[in-house]
């Protein structure tokens, strides 16, 4: 059984960033030639960076990886006309040559401003722009990726809430559809109602063991684990989880700079007894070093790893 490991967005040892930005307040400073040229130089930088930290993942073993959705400013801004795609074709599929090269696997997971069952329309709305914009850069890309979703709002109660989200879901483009995973969150849908949501929809189901830790209802994780790992049965793809550290005692729902690592062994425990393989994302402050830090941590108590990959 392996367990492979990766990190989310920027790692913080290379010191940079492919997510740099401009606000719309700056964009409308700016004449119609000028803003273009803006955006036009911030792009062009953000691939050049996002080639570095595709290099950095290669050269330290690292085969799976969360990209930022935040690399192309003002891409899902309803007032700006900026062609982030055709005018950038060739960089599209440079990016997603590497990656396939590597054999990458790489998500993207949109912000919390992507709520399709929002009971504002303008939210919805924006919700399918941001969406459309991570399919056309995986498409761009030409790459097999998936866009990691929470269930969104619990306005109006937890029923009414997942009514709205499943028709929504429903109106989603057959191909943006086969793209979305659901994770269950910290506060409102636990793995009971995400589970259960993702069997009578047939998207796969990321479980994040730390928003479970928060929100339960006394479950037994072990109970629900098979079904978790079987809504993953019709892709090709190793089931994703999620895994993170409280950041203190009182701050229990933010995410620690670093691992937890006898935490981590005793969720490794838990999954050895289903004999699947898995892909973890750590969600730390600390990145990359993170990941590391854990890996040497895992060595010293006697797992076998090999690059950023557990064997057990």
């Not at 589970?195 to 479950?219: F, G």
């Not at 050895?272 to 108590?301: G, P, S, T, Y």
Request: proline letters at 2%; hydrophobic letters at 35%.
């Amino acid at each position: 059984m392996k367990i492979r490991l990766g990190y989310a967005c920027v790692p913080i040892t290379l010191g940079t960033t492919y997510c740099h930005t401009l606000t719309y307040t700056n964009y409308l400073k700016l004449n119609k030639d000028d803003a273009y040229k803006k955006l036009d130089n911030i792009l062009k930088l953000n691939f050049k960076e996002l080639k570095n930290v595709l290099k950095y993942n290669e050269q330290n073993n690292i085969y799976f990886y969360r990209l930022s959705h935040s690399m192309v400013p003002l891409a899902s801004h309803k007032k700006v006309e900026f062609d982030y795609i055709k005018n950038y074709k060739k960089e599209w599929e440079k990016i997603g040559k590497i990656i396939n090269k590597l054999n990458m696997r790489v998500d993207i997971h949109p912000d919390q401003y992507c709520i399709l069952n929002s009971t504002k329309k303008e939210v919805v709305n924006n919700s399918f722009n941001i969406l459309n914009f991570n399919y056309q850069i995986i498409k761009a890309m030409n790459i097999n990726s998936k866009i990691i979703l929470h269930v969104g709002s619990g306005e109006n109660g937890k029923e009414e809430s997942i009514e709205r989200f499943k028709k929504n879901f429903n109106k989603l483009d057959k191909v943006i559809k086969s793209l979305v995973l659901l994770e269950n969150d910290d506060r409102v849908y636990n793995i009971k109602d995400t589970l259960s949501l993702c069997e009578d929809l047939d998207i796969p189901m990321v479980l994040d063991y730390h928003h479970y830790k928060c929100n339960n209802e006394k479950e037994n994780i072990e109970d629900y684990l098979e079904r978790i790992l079987n809504t993953w049965k019709n892709t090709e793809l190793n089931p994703k989880m999620h895994f993170s550290s409280p950041k203190s005692f009182r701050d229990k729902r933010s995410h620690s700079e670093y691992i937890n690592e006898k935490s981590f062994m005793e969720f490794l425990n838990i999954l050895k007894k289903f004999n699947r393989d898995i892909d973890i994302m750590l969600e730390c402050k600390a990145k990359d070093d993170a990941l590391f830090r854990l890996l040497r941590q895992l060595k010293f108590h006697g797992y076998k790893i090999n690059g950023t990959t557990i064997t057990i």
